[in-house]
Every structure is written in C-alpha cells, then in structure tokens.
C-alpha cells in the first residue's frame, strides 16, 4: 500500500516521503531558512555577454549572475532561422528579457538560465514561447496512447504555443484537458501583464511550496491516502486537491497519534541512512557513497556477506542487492551527474547481465532520465541521471539550529517508545545552550506527552554534528536520578581516557640478531705517512693510485696526423715558395745530396707498416726492462763501501745516501755497470739530418732557384 507522508511538526523543516508499505522509495525536505528557485519566473537584464563562451551573464535579483547559453535563445531572439547565430547577434547588453531558472545554484556556478519558458500543470505543461515542442509523456504506451493523441489534436492550442501530456493525465477526459489549458494560457497571460508593470530585475511567478508541487507531481489512484501531522499542512493539501483535483479529495487525512508519524512506518532511520556515507545491506555488504565535483563514485564492499557458496555466488547475490540499494539512494539523496558504480568483480558474463537489469528495474520508477551504461571489464558500470533538484547533501546545512532539529525528533522518537524512562542526549556545548533556550518549549512539550525525562548532557570534546540519544527504560537499574553534571563527568573521564595518546605495543620478534661490530683495517697512522714521506719519498710511489695504462702508441699516431694538415693535390696556398725546376727533385733550401755520400745511408722507403715496427722498436727500448741483481754488482758495491769508511768518518747524511746506495736495485730498474762506459755513437736519423741541414745558411742569396747544371756554381 502506498501512501505520501507529510511531516510538519518541524517549524525549521517540512518533509514529505512516499513509502510503499515501510519501505521509502521518494523524499524530498525544504527547509524555512532555504530559498528555492527552481522554475521561478523572472524579470532580468543582460549584465554582460562573452563571445568566447556563447554564452551571457544575466542579473535576475540573485548574488551570482546567471548563465544564459546561446542554445537556450528562443525562436523570438534568433535574427536567422538558418545557419549558426552569434550571441552578440541576438542579445544587448542592458536589454531586458524573461528568463526561468532551470538549475539551481551549485557551489561558486550560478543558476543555468532558459528563455524557454514552461508552465507545468496537473495534466499538461505548457511551452508559450517554443511552438516546435509538444507530445505525450513516454510512460503512456499502448492504445491509451493513441486515444490521447486524438485528444489532443483537439485541444485549440496557439501556433505560437506546444503543450505536453504529462504522465497524469493517461485516461482524462477531454473536458479536463480543455480545463488544464485554459488555466495555463491565463497562468501566460497575466506573466505577460507583469512584465509590463516595473523594471528588471524582480520576480514574475513562484513556483508551489513543497506540499502543493508533491501533490501535483506525485498525487495519482495508486496512492491510497495522503497524511499530515499538524492542521496547518492538512488545509493546504486539502485546499489544493479541492480546487484541482477534486476526485482525490477523500484521500487526504488528519494524522493524530501520539508516535511520530514517521516513526509509525519505520522511516526515519532510512532517512537518516541517506545523510551516511556508508550504507550497510541485509546480507553483511555495505556500499560506500562519495560525491566530488565531477562524478559520484559508488563502491560495493562484501564485508560480512556470506550468502553464497562459492565467490562468485556470493558476488552475484550482494551486488543485485546493492543494485536496488543504489536505485533507492539515487532518489532519496537527489544524486545527479554522472555516477560511476564499482561492483564486485564477476567472472560470469550471464551474472553481469543479470545485475544490470536489476539496476534498470531499481530505477525504473524514477521520475528523472537516467541513462546506464554496461559493466565493463574492470567491474565499473558508468551512468547518468538528470538533476531535477540539488542533492541532499547541497541542501542540508550543519549548523546548530538545524542539527537541533534532528536531536530533537531523536529525543520524539524514543520517548514515544514502551517502556522508556529517560532519554539522554549527548551533545556538543554549543548544541545543549541552544536546545535548552530556544528549545526548551519543545522539549517539555515532549516530557509532558510521553511522561519521559529528557537529560540533556554537554560534552565539551564533541562538534555540532556528533551527538547520540539513548533510551533507558524504567526498570533499568543505570535509570536512577543522576544530576545531568554527575554524567558529565563520567562521559568527560571516559573521553579523556581514550583522547590521551598511548604508545602503540607491538609484539617482539623470537629471533633478534644483529651484526658484531666490524673490525678496523691494520695499517699505518697518517702521522707515520707523512713522515715516511718527508724522509723516503720513493716509498710514498707505491701509496699513489697507479694511473690507468694509456694507448700511446695510438695517441702518438693520432698527434701526428692531427699536427700534419691535410695537403691537397691543387694547394697553392702556401705563399712565399720558389718554383721548382724540371730536372729538380731536391726540397728547397737543401744542397742536393750527392750519389756517393755515405754520410746518410739509403734507406728503402718505409711503408705504413714499416713504420709501425720501428716505432714499437723505438718503444720497447725507452721501456725497463728487470734484471735480477748481479753478483759483481754486490762485491763491488761491498768493496767501495769499506774503503771509504777507512779513509774518512761519514756524518749521517752521508750513512743515509751509502746505505741508499747499498739497498738491492729494483726490479724496474737497470743495474749500474762498474766498467767504463764506452763513448756512444751519436747516430743521426735522416729527419735530423734534415733538420741540421736546414739551419745551416747558404753561401749567396743567387743560389736560390739554380740549376744543378748552372756554371756559376763551379766559382
């Protein structure tokens, strides 16, 4: 059975809930200190427009300006019916305009602006200014569909008009139709009437409170009778079922128990599941709600769940639970955008296909359009919702004044049950001065008609929005009359106790072996080296790090053919060169050498590898070569040494340079010879040759440029 609950005993909040059963499925809260402007009617003016945006900013009374976009221009505005239409085409800045809010303020956006205007009704909305629209609601299929089809081509509606059938006027008559219209087209008529009358920008219409917009919108035969809580909110919707719907006029009802009434149908904790982030299913699974700026992530944990034999049971059974969950959540949060859903993962493709369409039924009772896509590999399922009001979360303020409301339904609701003796509320200090001042009307109204006390306690450590109400009953042996400061002390040592900071303990390996300690290199101080190197500085040779061995050969190689350039076969750029003769092959500045001169021997001419030989000759002499000492050497050496004692006394500088002497030669070096070294003979390589030969300076400036057969070369 369903029914719509209207709850007004709040003066801060009016709430109304559709359950079917005690089960909710739709709510929606409006609070005294929030305005809405949603489907509000204005007159605005044009503050500024963006050519780079498309769009234009209006200012229609609110702080933030609207944002009207170019495709949301009327036929009226547009100059060319064909072709693109540039803003500053169709708008002035400081040109007044009729605009409706279609989206509320989010954040630092202001309100999404329309000059497509709609006016709603209980049976038709009517488009005064968009001609091209017009149709029946998607929801009435089959012949029904027809037979308002023919209805409405009846219907005498303007050209310059469209009219929509809307989901509840499926099977009305024709009269009822005409009645709808005719009230629309004067609804148009008298907005017109207030455009004329002052200038932007102010209001033209308001859209219905709460209790009259639930009643259109939601009022239809399936639901059996619609209660309220207090006679203010029973005349309204009495009011407005008698003028407009009259057929429904019985189903309104006084309720007057002393539970509260949504407490009656077991609501009020669904409700409050709807401000959590977690939301906890029957089976031991939870789903997690996280709204950002972008997106919704929802994410489904098994937790506890244990409904199935295997894992891939399990997962099917708590995600077509959480498939519902989500669909109820979406509503009663108000969640629009885009929402990303992130299921158990299912190896079964059969089992992703059937949750899907548990998803789609869950949400096809909703009144907004909702697009779902598939589950894709990585286990997410993307989808969209329309965003027919700001979410709960957006509306919901946590300030004191607010927060005490929900305490105090809290305190109703305990109170009202069998058997209590005392409720305890548990609350911050700013929240305990506020609900025992400017509440303290309420909370003996309650007293009184429950014959329960009410303690309200104040814990100092906890914010506005963290509070706990909790029952005792009478037979309770902790239900005694305690003073509200003797259970303030208990709850601040409790809280002490557990805000003081205690140092973790962790459980201590078996095993805990640590490395001995290393010991130190045995060498020499530093002193000992520095003086090792004052006094014998060829034994420091072997404490410097030995340079890596080098290429020389190559390096030798490469100088050369650096050092040489690079002569070419037509080079003429070096200047200041004699021209040689026919017959003479000799290099300029040099004598010609004679056939029978024997003072540099010919040499056959030396190719690329015979050079390469003579160098590694060359350098294989320069190399040490280690002998092993002789033993000539050491008599000899033994010999000298005892003779030079015997004529002369040494001083130690002396001792030093013969015990020198005395020390074994080394491996790299060449022991010295005690014969007489033989004259070496100066051999000359013929580039020295060459070279020696240049410097010498000829004998007359004419010699430059002769011919070898010249006669003056005879004197």
Same mark, same amino acid.
């Given at each position: 059975m369903k029914r719509m609950l209207i709850?007004?005993?709040?003066?801060?909040?009016?709430?109304?809930?559709?359950?079917?059963?005690? @089960?909710?499925?739709? $709510?929606?809260?409006?609070q005294s200190g929030q305005e809405r402007k949603k489907s509000n009617i204005y007159k605005a003016r044009v503050?500024?427009?963006?050519?780079?945006?498309?769009?234009?900013?209006?200012? $229609?009374?609110?702080?933030? #300006?609207?944002?009207?976009?170019?495709?949301?221009?009327?036929?009226?505005?547009?100059?060319?019916? %064909?072709?693109?239409?540039?803003?500053?085409?169709?708008?002035?800045?400081?040109?007044?305009?009729?605009?409706?809010?279609?989206?509320?303020?989010?954040?630092?956006?202001?309100?999404?602006?329309?000059?497509?205007?709609?006016?709603?009704?209980?049976?038709?909305?009517?488009?005064p200014n968009n001609p091209e629209s017009g149709g029946i609601s998607k929801s009435i299929e089959g012949k029904s569909r027809d037979e308002m089809r023919d209805k409405m081509r009846k219907l005498e509606v303007p050209k310059s008009m469209g009219a929509i059938l809307r989901t509840a006027g499926e099977g009305v008559s024709f009269e009822e139709l005409k009645w709808d219209l005719d009230y629309l087209l004067n609804l148009w008529d008298a907005i017109q009437e207030a455009n004329q009358l002052r200038k932007a920008p102010f209001l033209i219409y308001k859209e219905n409170d709460l209790i009259s917009r639930s009643l259109r919108d939601f009022l239809r035969e399936d639901i059996?009778?619609?209660?309220?809580?207090?006679?203010?909110?029973?005349?309204?919707?009495?009011?407005?079922?008698?003028?407009?719907?009259?057929? $429904?006029?019985?189903?309104?009802?006084?309720?007057?128990?002393?539970? &509260?009434?949504?407490?009656?149908?077991?609501?009020?904790?669904q409700i409050e599941t709807a401000?959590?982030?977690?939301? =906890?299913? #029957?089976?031991?699974?939870?789903?997690?709600?996280? %709204?950002?700026e972008a997106l919704v992530a929802i994410d489904i944990n098994s937790a506890k769940a244990t409904s199935g034999s295997d894992i891939e049971e399990t997962a099917l059974n708590t995600n077509l639970?959480?498939?519902?969950?989500?669909?109820?959540?979406?509503?009663?949060?108000?969640?629009?955008?885009?929402?990303?859903?992130? $299921?158990?993962?299912?190896?079964?493709?059969?089992?992703?296909?059937?949750?899907?369409?548990?998803?789609?039924s869950a949400l096809s009772i909703d009144r907004a359009k909702v697009q779902v896509g598939r589950i894709s590999r990585f286990g997410l399922l993307e989808m969209s919702r329309q965003r027919l009001r700001p979410s709960l979360q957006e509306r919901w303020t946590q300030d004191v004044a607010s927060l005490s409301t929900a305490v105090l339904r809290l305190i109703e609701e305990e109170a009202s049950k069998k058997k209590s003796g005392e409720v305890r509320a548990i609350v911050s200090s700013d929240m305990s001065v506020f609900l025992l001042n400017e509440r303290r009307a309420r909370i003996n109204e309650i007293e009184e008609r429950t014959d329960v006390r009410v303690v309200v306690v104040s814990d100092p450590t906890r914010?506005?929005?963290?509070? =706990?109400?909790?029952?005792?009953?009478?037979?309770?042996?902790?239900?005694?009359? #305690?003073? /509200?400061?003797?259970? %303030? /002390?208990?709850?601040?040592?409790?809280d002490d106790s557990d805000l003081s900071y205690k140092k973790p303990k962790f459980e201590k390996a078996a095993v805990n072996l640590t490395p001995p300690k290393k010991p130190r290199k045995k060498g020499e101080n530093f002193i000992k080296k520095i003086f090792k190197a004052l006094i014998d500085p060829t034994d420091n040779e072997d404490i410097r790090p030995k340079k890596k061995p080098s290429n020389q050969r190559r390096r030798q190689s490469n100088n050369k053919r650096n050092n040489q350039p690079r002569k070419q076969a037509?080079?003429? @750029?070096?200047?200041?060169?004699?021209?040689?003769?026919?017959?003479?092959? /000799?290099?300029?500045?040099? &004598?010609?050498?004679?056939?029978?001169?024997? /003072?540099?021997?010919?040499?056959?001419?030396?190719?690329?590898?015979?050079?390469?030989?003579?160098?590694?000759?060359?350098? @294989?002499?320069?190399? &040490?070569?280690?002998?092993?000492?002789?033993?000539e050497v050491k008599e000899a050496n033994k010999v000298s040494d005892?003779?030079?004692?015997?004529?002369?006394?040494?001083?130690?500088?002396?001792?030093?340079?013969?015990?020198?002497?005395?020390?074994? &030669?080394?491996?790299?070096?060449?022991?010295?010879?005690?014969?007489?070294?033989?004259?070496?003979?100066?051999?000359?390589?013929?580039? =020295?040759? @060459?070279?020696?030969?240049?410097i010498k300076p000829l004998k007359s400036a004419k010699d430059w440029g002769r011919a070898s057969n010249d006669p003056r070369n005879k004197s």
């Open positions: 709850n007004a005993t709040q003066p801060e909040e009016l709430r109304v809930a559709l359950v079917d059963g005690q @089960s909710i499925y739709d $709510f929606d809260i409006e503050s500024r427009i963006e050519q780079s945006l498309g769009a234009a900013f209006i200012d $229609f009374g609110s702080e933030k #300006h609207g944002f009207l976009p170019v495709k949301e221009l009327a036929p009226s505005f547009l100059k060319s019916k %064909q072709g693109k239409n540039s803003i500053n085409d169709c708008l002035t800045q400081g040109q007044e305009i009729i605009i409706q809010v279609e989206k509320e303020e989010r954040g630092t956006k202001g309100a999404a602006l329309s000059t497509f205007i709609s006016l709603p009704g209980h049976y038709l909305v009517l488009m059996t009778e619609v209660l309220t809580d207090t006679d203010e909110a029973y005349e309204k919707a009495f009011d407005f079922t008698s003028k407009l719907m009259p057929d $429904f006029e019985d189903k309104v009802k006084r309720y007057d128990e002393a539970i &509260p009434l949504f407490t009656r149908y077991q609501i009020e904790s401000y959590q982030r977690d939301v =906890e299913l #029957h089976s031991g699974g939870s789903i997690v709600i996280d %709204q950002t639970e959480a498939a519902t969950e989500i669909g109820k959540q979406l509503r009663l949060r108000d969640i629009g955008g885009l929402i990303v859903i992130d $299921f158990i993962d299912m190896l079964s493709l059969k089992n992703k296909r059937a949750v899907e369409d548990k998803l789609w914010s506005d929005n963290r509070f =706990e109400v909790n029952r005792l009953k009478k037979d309770d042996k902790k239900n005694q009359d #305690h003073a /509200s400061y003797e259970i %303030q /002390s208990e709850i601040g040592n409790n037509n080079d003429k @750029s070096t200047p200041n060169k004699p021209r040689k003769q026919a017959n003479d092959k /000799s290099t300029p500045n040099k &004598p010609r050498k004679q056939a029978n001169d024997k /003072s540099t021997p010919n040499k056959p001419k030396q190719g690329v590898n015979d050079k390469k030989d003579i160098k590694k000759k060359d350098e @294989s002499k320069k190399r &040490p070569q280690p002998k092993a000492p002789n033993k005892e003779k030079i004692k015997k004529d002369k006394p040494l001083s130690n500088k002396d001792e030093k340079q013969v015990n020198k002497k005395n020390v074994e &030669p080394k491996l790299d070096e060449k022991p010295k010879k005690t014969k007489k070294e033989e004259p070496k003979k100066v051999v000359q390589k013929p580039e =020295e040759i @060459s070279k020696v030969e240049e």
